[in-house]
Structure formats: C-alpha cells, structure tokens
C-alpha cells in the first residue's frame, strides 16, 4: 500500500493550496485518513483527520476554520484544502492512515505517504 501526497509548493500570506493524498488501494484495516505537518526543528503535529466511512472530520484546534480536509471514496483520496495561509503553516505535510478511528496521536496511523513540501512567504 502506498500513499502519494501531492500539491505542495511555494504561496503568499493569504493564499490557497489543496493537498491530495491517494492510495493506491482501499486500506480495508484503515478507517480514518489524517493529515500531518512538521515545521523545520519541530515536532511532527496533527492537522486534520476523516472517516473513510461516514466522512466526520476531526481538526486540530488552531487549523479549524481555514483548513478542511475531505474525502472521495471512489477514488480513494483524501484532499487537504488550505486557505488563509500563513507563514507559520509553512512545513512538508504528510498523509497517514489509521484504524482506532479519529485520533491525533500519529501513533495511531500504520501507513504514511512521503510528505509534500507547502512554503508560504510574507
């Protein structure tokens, strides 16, 4: 099983980015997708989480609001749509998928994909 995240990159204070994470099948031991972040010299933290199954979300306190993750079944993706970006939001972001359900402890998630860079500048 393989998670591949992608749309990462370079924005302005203010701007949008839409993280995508694909699996390359169905993780049928999994049933919540979570998205991570680590800043340069920080601890990896949670962003956001998804049922694969009912589709609740799950966010951290400081990234509700301008971050909404979502998810599509049929083609096995879940999507990170960031708005307001600061600079603070600036680190590679990492898709995990877990099954104890909607957790922000990443030792909750068995796979993870290879993290996507996001560097949004003042």
């Known amino acids: 099983v393989q998670l591949q995240a992608s749309g990462?990159?370079?924005v302005q204070a203010g701007g949008s980015?839409?993280?995508s994470c694909v699996a390359s099948r169905r993780?049928?031991?999994s049933n919540v997708m979570g998205w991570f972040r680590?800043?340069?010299g920080k601890e990896r933290e949670f962003v956001a989480g998804v049922s694969w199954s009912s589709g609740t979300t799950y966010y951290a306190n400081s990234m509700e609001g301008r971050f909404t993750i979502s998810i599509d079944n049929a083609k096995?993706?879940?999507y990170l749509q960031?708005?307001?970006l600061k600079p603070e939001d600036t680190a590679v972001y990492y898709c995990a998928a877990g099954a104890y359900g909607l957790q922000s402890d990443e030792r909750m998630y068995n796979y993870w994909g290879q993290?996507?860079?996001v560097t949004?500048?003042?």
């Open 17 to 19: 980015l839409r993280l």
């Open 38 to 40: 680590q800043a340069p």
């Open 76 to 78: 096995n993706t879940v």
């Open 27 to 29: 993780i049928y031991s």
């Open 120 to 122: 949004v500048s003042s």
């Open 8 to 10: 990462g990159g370079l």
């Open 82 to 84: 960031m708005n307001s």
């Open 115 to 117: 993290g996507t860079q």
